[in-house]
C-alpha cells in the first residue's frame, strides 16, 4: 500500500549486501553514507528483518509524536532470548502494563523532584570528592603527565549513582567493582552481541563462547548487587519494627532499591520482582545515569578547554552568583544553576553538537504507518539518528561550531525544547512515549558539576596533548582520544 524507505539491495537470508562489508555494530558511518545517497529515511534488512533510520527531524515529530502510541513498543533482541533474560526493563519492556509500573515507579518514587530534593547532600558530597580528586590527578603539579579526566567523571558518577540505587555509602574498592562490572558487561554486550541478530539458530552455536562470556558477566553483577539488595531489604524491615537499630552513618534514608522491594506485578499473580529483575534494572538505572553523563561531561568540559572565551564568559557567570572571584567566591549550589542562562546554553550546546547517544534505543512499528509519503509496516525497527538531527546545516548556523550563545535570545536555538513536544531541534534524551524518564536529572547533574569545575579551577589545553574532537563508539559515543587538560586553581 505504500513504498518502503529506499536503501541499499538485499539478498534472501543475509539481508541487505552491505552486510558483507560492514558491521552491524559499527553501522553509524554506513548510515551516514546511505542518509547523504538516498535522503532522511533508510531502509536496511538484517536477515529478514527490516530497520528503519531517520535523520530528519519533522520526519522524526511525525512518527514519535503525531503517532506516538504506534512506535512506543521495543523490538525483541535475539540476544535476549538466548540469555534467558526477562524483558521486565524500563528500556526493554514493551508498551503495556509492565512498562509503565516500572515507569511510573521510577519516575514518581526517584526522579521526581521531591525525591530529588533528598539528594542534595549526596550531590554536595560527590562534587567535593570530584573537586579533590581533579586537584589531586589534574593540578598543575601534574601538567607534565596529565591523566585523562574521563575516568574521574566516571567514579564520581558512580559514587553518586551507586549511592542512590542502594541507598549505601560504599568505599572505593567497593564503587570501583561495580563500575568495572557494569562497563565490561555493558561494552560487551553492545559490541559482541549484534552478531546474534543473524541467524540466532547458527550462530548461537559458532558464538556460544560470547554467550558464555555474557553469562559470566551477569553472574559477576549478580555477586555484588545481591548482598546490596538483601541489606536494604533488611533495612527496610528493621525501618518498620518498634525497635530497629540504629541507622548506620554509611547508609541512606532512601533508595531505588526501596522502591524496587515494594513493587508487585499484578499481571503476574501480583508477584514481586525476583532478584534477577531488581539486579537487571538496577544495572538499568547505573547504566543511565553514569556513562551518559560522564561521556557528556567530557564532551562539555573539552569544549570549554578549546575555547577559553566561552570559558570565561561562563566563569562570569558563576562568579555573579557566587560572590565575586578569589577567596570570597564559594561553590556553586543547585539554587544558584537555576538562574544560570549562559550554564544553560553551554550544556544545551554540548548536548547538540556531542550527544552521549548518536542513536535512541530502537522503536518497534505496532501497525503499519505513513510517515513522510513513506510505508513504516508493522513489526518493523525504526530507529532515530539524534547526532545528525543536531548537526544538520539546514537547520543550525555553522553546526559543527561549538556557540552557546545560539540559544540565547536571538540565537537559531533559542527556546529549543528538548523534549520535542512541540517541535524537535534535536534530541538527546529522545521523544515521546519512550522519551528518557531521567533527563531533568541528568540535566541537574551535568549543570550542577560543570559549574562547580569551571568555578573551582581554569581548564587549559596542556602542550603537545591538545584537545582532539574524534569520535569512538562505545556504549556511549566518546572522544577517541580522551580528555587531557591542566587545572589552574581559581582560589588562594
Known amino acids: 500500500r505504500g513504498r518502503l524507505p529506499p536503501g541499499p539491495p538485499a539478498v534472501p537470508l543475509l539481508g541487505s549486501t552491505v552486510w558483507l562489508t560492514n558491521s552491524l555494530a559499527d553501522a553509524e558511518p554506513l548510515l551516514r553514507r546511505l542518509i547523504a545517497r538516498h535522503g532522511p529515511g533508510v531502509s536496511l534488512r538484517v536477515a529478514s528483518r527490516l530497520l528503519v533510520f531517520v535523520a530528519d527531524r519533522r520526519l522524526a515529530h511525525a512518527a514519535l509524536v503525531e503517532k506516538g502510541a504506534s512506535l512506543a513498543d521495543r523490538p525483541a533482541m535475539a540476544s535476549t532470548r538466548l540469555l534467558g533474560e526477562s ?25 521526581h523532584p521531591s525525591r530529588v530534593h533528598l539528594f542534595a547532600p549526596v550531590r554536595a558530597r560527590v562534587r567535593r570528592l570530584l573537586v579533590d580528586r581533579l586537584r589531586e590527578e589534574h593540578g598543575e603539579a601534574e ?7 574521563v575516568e574521574t567523571f566516571q567514579y ?41 541478530a543473524f541467524f540466532p539458530a547458527v550462530t548461537k552455536h559458532l558464538f556460544r563462547g560470547r554467550l558464555q562470556k555474557a553469562h559470566a558477566l551477569r553472574r559477576r553483577q549478580m555477586e555484588l548487587f545481591v548482598p546490596l539488595i538483601n541489606a536494604r531489604r533488611e533495612y527496610k524491615k528493621r525501618q518498620g519494627g518498634a525497635d530497629g537499630e540504629p541507622k548506620k552513618e554509611t547508609t541512606f534514608e532512601h ?4 522502591t524496587l522491594l515494594d513493587i508487585k506485578l499484578p499481571d503476574d499473580g501480583n508477584r514481586p520482582l525476583t532478584d534477577d529483575e531488581m ?53 556553586v549550589s543547585e539554587e544558584d544553576i537555576h538562574d544560570m542562562p549562559y550554564l544553560k ?18 522503536h518497534r512499528a505496532a501497525e503499519d504507518m505513513e510517515i513522510g509519503g513513506y510505508l513504516i509496516p508493522k513489526g518493523a525497527t525504526v530507529n532515530f539518528m539524534v547526532a545528525e538531527m543536531g548537526r544538520d546545516e539546514k537547520e543550525w548556523e555553522k553546526p559543527m561550531e561549538f556557540m552557546p550563545e545560539r540559544f540565547l535570545a536571538g ?13 524537535i531541534r534535536m534530541m538527546p534524551f529522545g521523544v515521546g512515549r519512550r522519551i528518557c524518564a531521567g533527563l531533568g536529572v541528568a540535566m ?6 560543570v559549574a562547580n569545575m569551571v568555578s573551582e579551577f581554569e581548564w587549559k589545553e596542556v602542550a603537545g596533548d591538545e584537545v582532539d574532537f574524534a569520535e569512538k563508539i562505545e556504549f556511549t559515543t566518546v572522544m577517541a582520544k580522551p580528555l587531557r587538560a591542566r587545572l589552574v586553581p581559581r582560589r588562594a
Not at 94 to 111: D, F, I, K, M, S
Not at 158 to 175: I, P, R, Y
Not at 255 to 258: C, E, K, P, T, W
Not at 444 to 449: A, C, D, G, P, R
Open 87 to 111: 524483558d521486565n526493563l524500563i528500556s526493554r519492556a514493551g508498551y503495556g502494563p509492565v512498562w509503565r509500573l516500572l515507569r511510573r515507579n521510577l519516575v514518581a518514587e526517584t526522579l
Open 143 to 149: 601538567a607534565a603527565a596529565p591523566r585523562s579526566v
Open 156 to 196: 564520581a558518577m558512580s559514587f553518586l549513582l551507586v549511592l542512590m540505587c542502594f541507598g549505601e555509602q560504599l568505599d572505593e574498592d567497593a564503587v570501583r567493582a561495580i563500575s568495572v562490572a557494569q562497563r565490561d558487561a555493558l561494552l560487551y554486550l553492545s559490541s559482541k552481541m549484534p552478531v546474534f
Open 255 to 258: 533508595s531505588y532499591v526501596d
Open 279 to 331: 539486579v537487571n534494572l538496577c544495572s538499568e538505572f547505573l547504566n543511565a545515569g553514569t556513562d551518559t553523563t560522564s561521556t557528556a561531561l567530557q564532551w562539555i568540559m573539552a569544549e570549554l578547554v578549546k575555547n577559553p572565551s566561552i570559558q570565561a564568559k561562563l566563569h562570569d557567570e558563576i562568579k555573579s552568583k557566587t560572590g565575586g572571584g578569589g577567596g570570597g567566591q564559594r561553590e
Open 345 to 362: 546554553a553551554v550544556v544545551l550546546e554540548g548536548l547538540r553538537k556531542h550527544p552521549p547517544g548518536h542513536m535512541v534505543l530502537p
Open 411 to 423: 540565537g537559531d536555538g533559542e527556546g529549543v525544547d528538548v523534549t520535542g513536544s512541540r517541535e
Open 444 to 449: 541537574l547533574h551535568v549543570e550542577y558539576f
